[in-house]
Every structure is written in structure tokens, then in C-alpha cells.
């Protein structure tokens, strides 16, 4: 099985990505967070660190673009190119509103014409491979069956296919009966993205779609960065290893972000998915989120890993 780790907004940039990749070693390819596509001839430098060779060394990192401006994709994919980039993901995914009332991300389903013009005009100036994060439509899982057909029209590196619509964001089941008609109808390439955030999960799918070869993991991996371990090797995520791997993150975001607020913000979002490893977490987590200083916190977390197990998942 490939796994691929979905791009996270303010997550999962270098810093994080680097530690997995130091701790655990087993993505086959990091997907960075967004970068939204423009005419201009520089990128933001949170952008251009994020995406910078240098910062990504050791691993596999497709960059992902956010637009519905072809002559912008290819302008920004261009650029993206020069640093050694051979593959861009365009997102159509995102759910998030402020996404969507632009008509970008999954908001660009809904969109049909515009979109094949669009696929119709960066393919036809593509000097890099085009894979595609998408949904399955942005209101009804019917829409993915038209979606399909423009999608087939083109050779995208592959399909990431998140079976929910816009309208379920994280709510309700991955749409499993599309999912499987995807995997018949789909002329290019097929990675499957949705829900697997336990071993059981990943049994449970793989037993249903034994085809499938490639899986995308998003907020599982967040919330058990050892997960894949687990699964391939049929053990439970050490709470040293943990410790470790939360430690090279810490002080790395000290190393480059100013003032205990900034770094403890990165820091508890990163716990908002973590804790729930921990059998009685509530009052950790409550430390954490109350911390105002880095002083606060480094005494939460050596009590946390002091006091408390990893579950089993």
C-alpha cells in the first residue's frame, strides 16, 4: 500500500512534516498545505518556505494549488517548477466557506463548464504532471457521475477522490457506493481519502477494496502520527517515540516563530488532535489549552507523558 499524508492548513507545513518524516518515515508522498494561485512573480514567504527544497529534504512533496483561474495555475505552477517540482495537485476539495463562496476548492464542482475549460487549458500547457484532491460534488453525490466524465477527458496523475460532498464537510459517512463506481468509471488513477483513523478502519477498507493501492490520511495521522507504523507492523505507537517526535516539533517552531503565543497556538492545535490518545486526558488538556506561557506548557506536557498511557486504536 502507498500512503500519501493530506495537506493540512497550518498544520502540516515543513516543520511538521519534516519530524514525521525524522520519527516514523513511511508517507510516500507529503501534500502541502494550499498555496493560492495568482499572477504574481513571488510567493508569500510563509509560501516559499513551506516549498523551499531545502526545508523538504528526505521526502517526497507535491505542492497543491487553490484556484479557478487556469492563466493562475499554470503562471504559479510554472514557478513552482523551477525549485524541482515535476507534479502539482490542484484542490478541489476544501469545504470551507470562505473557499467555496469563491468558487474554488469544492466550490468549483458545482461549476461544470467553467471547469473543463479550466482542465482544458492547464493540460494543454502543463509542463508538469496535474493529480487532482477532489470531492465527490458539492451539494448532491450524484454530481460525481458528470464530474467523472470531465475528469476522464484528461490525463491527471491521479484522483484523489474524498468521497463527501461540500455540503457534508466532515459530517455524515464517506459515500462508499460512489467510491466504488469511481474506481470503475475513473480512466486515470484512483487514491482513496476519507476517515481511515484507526488500524481497524484500514482493515475494514481494505477488505472492501482490496484494489485500492493508494490511501490518503489526513486528520487520522494527526491525531496517531504512528499510525501507518501500526498498521504495517501490527504495534501500538510508543509514548516515547510520541514524546520525541512532539519535542523536535516544539523546538523547532521555537526556532522560528516569535513569542510563547505564536509557537503555544501552533502547539495546541496540534493537541486538539493528539489528546484523545491519552486515556483520562481532560485535565492535560485543559492545561494545555490554558497555557499562557511556554513554562505553562512544558510543565502540562511532562506531567501528561509523566502520568498518562496511550490507548490502544
Not at 463548464?113 to 494543454?124: A, G, H, K, P, Q
Not at 501500526?230 to 521555537?254: A, G, M, P, Q, S
Not at 485535565?283 to 499562557?292: D, G, P, T
Amino acid at each position: 500500500m502507498n500512503f500519501y499524508f493530506a495537506p493540512m492548513e497550518g498544520l502540516t507545513g515543513y516543520i511538521y512534516r519534516n519530524a514525521h518524516n525524522t520519527f516514523f518515515n513511511n508517507i510516500d508522498k507529503y501534500f502541502s498545505p494550499f498555496i493560492v494561485a495568482n499572477q504574481s512573480n513571488s510567493f508569500k514567504a510563509r509560501e516559499l518556505n513551506d516549498i523551499l527544497p531545502e526545508n523538504n529534504q528526505g521526502l517526497v512533496l507535491i505542492p497543491q494549488l487553490l484556484t479557478n483561474n487556469a492563466k493562475d495555475f499554470i503562471h504559479t505552477s510554472n514557478k513552482i517548477k523551477q525549485f524541482g517540482y515535476n507534479e502539482i495537485n490542484l484542490n478541489l476539495g476544501c469545504p470551507s466557506g470562505t473557499v467555496v463562496s469563491k468558487n474554488k476548492g469544492s466550490g468549483f464542482l458545482s461549476k461544470t463548464e467553467e471547469l473543463n475549460l479550466f482542465f482544458e487549458e492547464i493540460f494543454s500547457e502543463a509542463t508538469t504532471k496535474i493529480s487532482v484532491k477532489t470531492r465527490i460534488g458539492k451539494d448532491q453525490p450524484e454530481e460525481f457521475y458528470h464530474l467523472i466524465e470531465i475528469f476522464n477527458k484528461y490525463p491527471i496523475e491521479e484522483l484523489i477522490i474524498h468521497p463527501r460532498t461540500q455540503k457534508d464537510f466532515y459530517n455524515n459517512k464517506p459515500n462508499l457506493k460512489i467510491f466504488k463506481d469511481a474506481l470503475t468509471l475513473s480512466k486515470n488513477p484512483v487514491c482513496y481519502n476519507g476517515d481511515i483513523r484507526t488500524v481497524t478502519d484500514y482493515r475494514e477498507f481494505s477488505n472492501d477494496f482490496s484494489s485500492v493501492e493508494t490511501l490518503m490520511l489526513g486528520r487520522g495521522l494527526l491525531a496517531n502520527p504512528g499510525l501507518i507504523s501500526d498498521i504495517e507492523n501490527n504495534t501500538k505507537l510508543e509514548k516515547k517515540l510520541l514524546k520525541d517526535f512532539h519535542d523536535k516539533i516544539y523546538e523547532d517552531y521555537k526556532k522560528i516563530l516569535f513569542g510563547d503565543r505564536n509557537v503555544l497556538f501552533k502547539m495546541k492545535e496540534l493537541w486538539f488532535y493528539m489528546m484523545p490518545m491519552f486515556s483520562d486526558n481532560a485535565k492535560y488538556a485543559k492545561k494545555i489549552r490554558k497555557s499562557e506561557r511556554l513554562y505553562d506548557y512544558d510543565e502540562a506536557i511532562l506531567s501528561l507523558f509523566r502520568e498518562q498511557d496511550i490507548m490502544e486504536v
